[in-house]
Protein backbone atom coordinates (compact mmCIF):
# COMPACT_ATOMS: atom_id res chain seq x y z
CA UNK A 1 0.00 0.00 0.00
CA UNK A 2 1.52 3.60 -0.83
CA UNK A 3 1.35 5.97 2.29
CA UNK A 4 -0.84 8.60 1.18
CA UNK A 5 -3.22 6.16 1.48
CA UNK A 6 -3.21 6.81 5.23
CA UNK A 7 -4.41 10.59 4.45
CA UNK A 8 -7.01 9.57 2.39
CA UNK A 9 -8.39 7.35 5.18
CA UNK A 10 -8.00 9.62 7.55
CA UNK A 11 -10.27 11.92 5.68
CA UNK A 12 -13.16 9.18 4.81
CA UNK A 13 -13.25 8.14 8.19
CA UNK A 14 -14.09 11.45 9.57
CA UNK A 15 -16.58 12.26 7.16
CA UNK A 16 -17.88 8.88 8.05
CA UNK A 17 -18.15 10.21 11.74
CA UNK A 18 -19.66 13.43 11.20
CA UNK A 19 -22.28 12.53 8.88
CA UNK A 20 -23.15 9.10 12.03
CA UNK A 21 -23.61 12.37 14.47
CA UNK A 22 -25.56 14.32 11.97
CA UNK A 23 -27.92 11.46 11.61
CA UNK A 24 -27.93 10.58 15.10
CA UNK A 25 -30.16 13.44 15.83
CA UNK A 26 -33.16 11.91 14.84
CA UNK A 27 -32.49 8.22 16.00
CA UNK A 28 -34.25 6.70 18.65
CA UNK A 29 -31.91 6.55 22.20
CA UNK A 30 -31.34 2.47 21.54
CA UNK A 31 -29.91 3.14 18.72
CA UNK A 32 -28.35 6.60 19.22
CA UNK A 33 -26.33 4.59 21.76
CA UNK A 34 -24.83 2.02 19.29
CA UNK A 35 -24.21 5.03 17.05
CA UNK A 36 -22.17 7.04 19.58
CA UNK A 37 -19.90 4.32 20.06
CA UNK A 38 -19.26 3.68 17.00
CA UNK A 39 -18.57 7.12 16.26
CA UNK A 40 -16.15 6.78 18.93
CA UNK A 41 -14.74 3.71 17.60
CA UNK A 42 -13.45 5.20 14.27
CA UNK A 43 -12.76 8.00 15.27
CA UNK A 44 -9.26 6.23 16.14
CA UNK A 45 -8.73 5.35 12.84
CA UNK A 46 -9.11 9.06 11.94
CA UNK A 47 -6.24 9.26 14.61
CA UNK A 48 -4.14 6.40 13.28
CA UNK A 49 -4.10 6.99 9.89
CA UNK A 50 -2.81 10.47 9.98
CA UNK A 51 -0.52 9.58 12.24
CA UNK A 52 0.42 6.85 9.68
CA UNK A 53 0.93 9.57 7.04
CA UNK A 54 2.41 11.38 8.91
CA UNK A 55 5.48 9.21 9.37
CA UNK A 56 5.64 8.09 6.17
CA UNK A 57 5.75 11.33 4.58
CA UNK A 58 8.43 13.09 7.03
CA UNK A 59 10.46 9.98 6.14
CA UNK A 60 10.03 10.59 2.52
CA UNK A 61 9.18 6.44 2.34
CA UNK A 62 8.93 5.23 -1.46
CA UNK A 63 7.79 2.08 -2.67
CA UNK A 64 5.03 0.07 -0.35
CA UNK A 65 4.80 0.59 3.45
CA UNK A 66 5.17 -3.00 3.79
CA UNK A 67 8.59 -2.57 3.08
CA UNK A 68 9.86 -0.34 5.06
CA UNK A 69 11.48 -1.44 8.64
CA UNK A 70 9.67 0.43 10.93
CA UNK A 71 6.43 -0.98 9.20
CA UNK A 72 7.20 -4.93 8.86
CA UNK A 73 10.15 -5.44 11.70
CA UNK A 74 10.26 -2.40 14.40
CA UNK A 75 6.47 -2.52 15.71
CA UNK A 76 4.73 0.54 13.77
CA UNK A 77 2.12 -1.66 12.62
CA UNK A 78 -0.05 -0.68 16.13
CA UNK A 79 -3.21 0.90 16.60
CA UNK A 80 -1.48 2.61 19.72
CA UNK A 81 -0.70 6.36 19.25
CA UNK A 82 1.35 6.58 21.25
CA UNK A 83 3.97 4.16 19.60
CA UNK A 84 3.25 6.32 16.26
CA UNK A 85 3.79 9.42 18.30
CA UNK A 86 6.71 8.00 19.61
CA UNK A 87 7.72 6.99 15.94
CA UNK A 88 7.31 10.42 14.44
CA UNK A 89 9.42 11.96 17.48
CA UNK A 90 11.97 9.62 16.51
CA UNK A 91 12.68 11.10 13.41
CA UNK A 92 12.56 14.37 14.27
CA UNK A 93 8.55 15.37 13.10
CA UNK A 94 7.14 18.19 14.22
CA UNK A 95 4.33 17.74 16.71
CA UNK A 96 4.40 21.09 18.05
CA UNK A 97 1.10 22.57 18.44
CA UNK A 98 -0.92 19.54 17.12
CA UNK A 99 -4.20 18.73 19.10
CA UNK A 100 -3.53 16.25 21.82
CA UNK A 101 -0.38 15.60 21.10
CA UNK A 102 1.32 18.35 22.54
CA UNK A 103 -1.11 20.99 22.84
CA UNK A 104 -3.63 19.60 24.96
CA UNK A 105 -7.71 20.00 24.45
CA UNK A 106 -8.79 22.60 27.15
CA UNK A 107 -11.47 20.22 27.82
CA UNK A 108 -10.57 17.26 29.82
CA UNK A 109 -13.33 15.03 28.49
CA UNK A 110 -12.12 15.28 24.76
CA UNK A 111 -8.39 14.50 26.21
CA UNK A 112 -9.98 11.71 27.83
CA UNK A 113 -11.11 10.32 24.26
CA UNK A 114 -8.18 10.67 22.75
CA UNK A 115 -5.97 9.01 25.17
CA UNK A 116 -8.22 6.44 26.39
CA UNK A 117 -8.99 5.17 22.97
CA UNK A 118 -9.02 1.82 21.99
CA UNK A 119 -10.01 -0.89 19.15
CA UNK A 120 -11.51 -2.79 22.30
CA UNK A 121 -14.72 -0.60 21.85
CA UNK A 122 -15.55 -2.20 18.82
CA UNK A 123 -16.38 -4.99 20.89
CA UNK A 124 -17.81 -3.42 23.97
CA UNK A 125 -21.14 -3.55 25.59
CA UNK A 126 -23.00 -0.26 25.68
CA UNK A 127 -22.19 0.36 28.70
CA UNK A 128 -18.52 1.85 27.76
CA UNK A 129 -20.53 4.94 26.45
CA UNK A 130 -21.53 6.15 30.21
CA UNK A 131 -17.64 5.28 31.10
CA UNK A 132 -16.39 7.35 28.72
CA UNK A 133 -19.96 9.88 28.95
CA UNK A 134 -20.50 9.65 25.38
CA UNK A 135 -22.86 11.93 24.40
CA UNK A 136 -23.27 13.90 20.44
CA UNK A 137 -22.26 17.15 21.94
CA UNK A 138 -18.71 15.43 23.04
CA UNK A 139 -18.41 14.12 19.92
CA UNK A 140 -19.14 16.68 18.05
CA UNK A 141 -16.47 18.42 19.85
CA UNK A 142 -13.99 15.79 19.93
CA UNK A 143 -14.66 15.31 15.67
CA UNK A 144 -14.10 19.10 15.60
CA UNK A 145 -10.69 18.63 17.01
CA UNK A 146 -9.53 15.72 14.82
CA UNK A 147 -10.58 18.18 12.04
CA UNK A 148 -8.21 20.25 13.06
CA UNK A 149 -5.37 17.65 13.87
CA UNK A 150 -5.99 16.65 10.15
CA UNK A 151 -5.41 20.04 9.06
CA UNK A 152 -2.44 21.03 10.71
CA UNK A 153 -0.62 17.39 10.07
CA UNK A 154 -1.80 17.49 6.50
CA UNK A 155 0.38 21.16 6.43
CA UNK A 156 3.14 19.91 8.12
CA UNK A 157 3.67 16.68 6.64
Known sequence: MDFREYKRSAVRHLLTCQQLIDKSTILKQENKTAILLNVYYLSGYVVETCLSYAYFSHIKHQGPVENCKAYATDGFKTHRFDVKIKFIMGVNGDLNSIPFINNKSQFDKLNLLF????????????EKIKERDLTEELLTKYLEQLNILLETIFRRF
Open 115 to 126: NNWSTDYRYSAT
